[in-house]
């Protein structure tokens, strides 16, 4: 807790920047962001935690209707002032209960693997690739691509596309660089009217808190071109998906050196990995039909998890717990130069705290128990039968949210990491999500059996 003198420096700061109003947004089960609006003369109270909510109001949260209010405790030191509404202040936050870390709160839970990390020597370093789509809503609620004129089968790094969108993609492109978070590429991706936002890697709490605001922003800035930016990770069947692939490595505490390059050390695969950041690959495998409900935590999710369904090609989506080298058919690849590996099931649907507690954590496991991964697969993985893959030891990945989600309850870890409460709060909320979807006669249904029998 920062101390009175500093706080009143950090309300007249904001003052001087024209703040007029502060917000302290924590996230629900979803990844969705919530919180109270404050009016700056509150300030010193708003840091001190004042904000009272009523958690059986929210999903995920643990509370019932007679339970004490949670609290929103702001991270002042992660604040950001709206670009399109600047007298507003947006910090991330994290609940509280009674003045103690609420546990049943996704980024708590995060932070508590990250200080399980600091305590071994390690930063956690994460890049998320931003994927999104801008469309507009038919009348019937139906998602359309708004541009006629992007309707390749591969429009992929299509630059006329690019450019039809320029307005929007640069105003967005813009706004990152001036937050500070380095944009180093953005382009027109695989699916009509897709695009992709890749800045710099950060430490992971500051990641997640980025890739949460990354989904506000992008909706707000669609929004104004009369559009909807979906994170909706399969909008269309014939095309790919978005995902939110995580890019992660190990950093010394101390000196900030990359402890996942394989330097002059031995280097068992030829990669381009350290002995260390093998291991951390083998933990993401040991768990990682458990990680799948994490990463992919819908029941669109596994629309994309496939290898090509309507598509007219595959559809770069990892279906196997796997890794290898640049082969974008493992679910944990590492690329070219290698320190780092690239997890490809996380989609844009996933609460980032949550993924990346239990993806760290899975790591952090295998390099406890010194796991090694086994041989990388090379081969284009979708071109293989089951047996084969049975053969080659490649597990599949989950096919439905209701399989992930048993898996997530099967394995002991994720407990261990989250807690029985929050482990328990997401399976209720991902179950009842599920039996919904089964629940629900679908057009599909219809079509196919109405006239059938």
């Known amino acids: 807790m920062k101390s009175d003198a500093e706080l009143s420096a950090i309300k007249e700061d904001l003052l001087a920047k024209g703040v007029n ?60 002032q709206l670009p399109w509404q600047p007298e507003v202040m947006w910090y991330p936050a994290d609940n509280t209960f009674h003045g103690d870390p609420y546990p049943i709160n996704t980024r708590v839970a995060f932070k508590k693997v990250l200080a399980q990390a600091a305590e071994m020597g390690f930063t956690f370093n994460l890049g998320i690739e931003c994927e999104v789509y801008f469309v507009k809503l038919g009348e019937r609620g139906d998602l359309l691509v708004p541009n006629p004129d992007d309707d390749l089968m591969k429009s992929c790094y299509d630059l006329k596309r690019f450019f039809d969108a320029f307005g929007l993609v640069d105003r967005l492109a813009k706004t990152i660089n001036a937050l500070g978070w380095d944009l180093y590429s953005f382009d027109h991706e695989d699916g009509n009217s897709q ?99 994490a990463f992919a935590p819908t029941v669109n999710s596994y629309k994309r998890l496939i290898r090509r ?10 279906v196997f717990n796997s890794f290898g080298t640049n082969n974008r058919t493992n679910s944990v690849r590492v690329p070219m130069g290698g320190g780092r590996c690239e997890s490809r ?21 295998g390099i406890r128990e010194g796991l090694d991964p086994g041989a990388p697969q090379t081969d284009n993985l979708y071109e293989f039968t089951d047996e084969q893959l049975a053969t080659k030891g490649v597990q599949p990945l989950p096919k439905t949210l209701a399989e992930a989600v048993h898996a997530f309850e099967d394995d002991p870890f994720t407990e261990r990491v989250l807690g029985a409460e929050l482990k328990q709060e997401f399976i209720t909320y991902k179950r009842a999500e599920w039996e919904e979807y089964h629940q629900t006669i679908s057009a599909w249904e219809i079509q196919k059996y109405a006239r059938q029998f």
């Not at 999903?59 to 929103?72: F, K, V």
């Not at 394989?262 to 030829?270: R, S, T």
């Not at 844009?348 to 760290?360: E, H, I, M």
């Open 195 to 293: 695009f992709e936002f890749d800045f710099k890697y950060a430490d992971g709490l500051t990641m997640a808190d980025r890739y949460i605001f990354f989904r506000l922003m992008a909706k707000k800035y669609a929004a104004d071109q009369g559009l909807l930016a979906t994170f909706m990770p399969k909008p269309f069947a014939d095309k790919t998906g978005n995902g939110a692939h995580f890019n992660m490595s190990l950093a010394d505490v101390k000196t900030g050196a990359n402890l996942f390059q394989a330097g002059d050390g031995p280097d068992k695969y030829g990669l381009g990995l350290s002995t260390l950041g093998y291991s951390f690959i083998a933990g993401i495998l040991k768990h990682g039909r458990a990680l799948c409900a």
């Open 309 to 318: 369904g309507a598509m007219g090609y595959y559809s770069w989506a990892p």
């Open 345 to 365: 099931n996380a989609d844009s649907s996933c609460n980032p705290y949550l993924a990346g507690a239990l993806a760290l954590a899975a790591g952090l496991e």
């Open 21 to 80: 109003y502060c917000i302290g947004a924590y996230v629900d089960i979803h990844g969705v962001p919530k919180g109270k609006i404050v009016p700056i003369a509150h300030f010193e109270d708003f840091a001190r935690g004042s904000e009272l909510y009523t958690g059986y109001a929210l999903d995920g949260l643990g509370q019932s209707p007679n339970d004490d209010e949670i609290a929103s405790l702001p991270d002042l030191d992660h604040g950001v």
